[in-house]
């Protein structure tokens, strides 16, 4: 069974369960450093609530603020995140299997080659790229 | 902005975000197909409360639950995860670029020549590699 430090990526997980959060995230990504009042500007909400939003991320060790006088500066730690990652790619296997299968079937005829004589060509699926055999084959 | 779907990515986050309903998924990874009842079994939790959970990830998608009699079956749907390890991917640079500094700093001599005249080799750090420069370099 995985396991990655799983409190923390019980927090990492529920603090990109947001779209406010992901959107912050994306923010600080675009401007490493912006301050929280910059950082609140676009979004419809009030500056406590993201203020609460910076908390959640903060205690899930994604940001790290700096207070510099009246000023308090956020920056992005992308720690938790490649954790949040790692956890993932034990699942890589399965759409990186599917593509590989994808890849085979477009690359190379997966079909059996039909009767001689078989008139139901009709339900063989269309082939995406042409293979290496002549024009006289039976489809 | 990085924008995947936000409610969906909300939905796979928050299922993600607990230890259980991440053990169930690597139960599913270990024996697809696994009925509720057996998928339960090794948990210290109820019934009831395995089924909440089964009901939380097959809402973000991330498991498929077959009903066959009165057995129902559960396996394991990795798409919802792909989008989320996509999302993850455009932060992915931050940790790659650390570990191509570090990388970086090991290969080559990342610090500024002293004086000649310099006595105070003892506070440089330590090479982990040597290069090609000869032997009359002045450290």
Chains 1, 2 share one sequence.
């Not at 409190?7 to 923010?27: E, G, K, N, V, Y």
């Not at 995140?81 to 399965?94: F, T």
């Not at 997966?110 to 004589?117: C, F, G, L, V």
Request: glycine share 2%; net charge positive; aromatic share 6%.
């Amino acid at each position: 069974m995985v396991n990655y430090q799983p409190a923390a990526l019980d927090r990492t997980f529920a603090a990109l369960a947001d779209p406010t959060r992901r959107a912050l995230l994306a923010r600080l990504d675009e401007e490493p450093g912006a301050s929280v009042s910059e950082l609140a500007r676009p979004f419809p909400v009030s500056l406590p609530a993201i203020m609460k939003h910076l908390d959640v991320l903060s205690d899930a060790g994604l940001i790290v603020r700096t207070k510099t006088g009246r000023t308090v500066s956020c920056r992005l730690n992308p720690a938790p995140m490649e954790q949040a990652m790692n956890w993932l790619a034990h699942y890589e296997r399965y759409w990186t299997e599917q593509l590989d299968r994808l890849a085979a079937f477009l690359e190379q005829d997966q079909w059996p080659a039909p009767p001689a004589s078989s008139s139901s060509a009709s339900s063989r699926p269309r082939r995406k790229k042409s293979t290496k055999r002549g024009p006289s084959r039976s489809r």
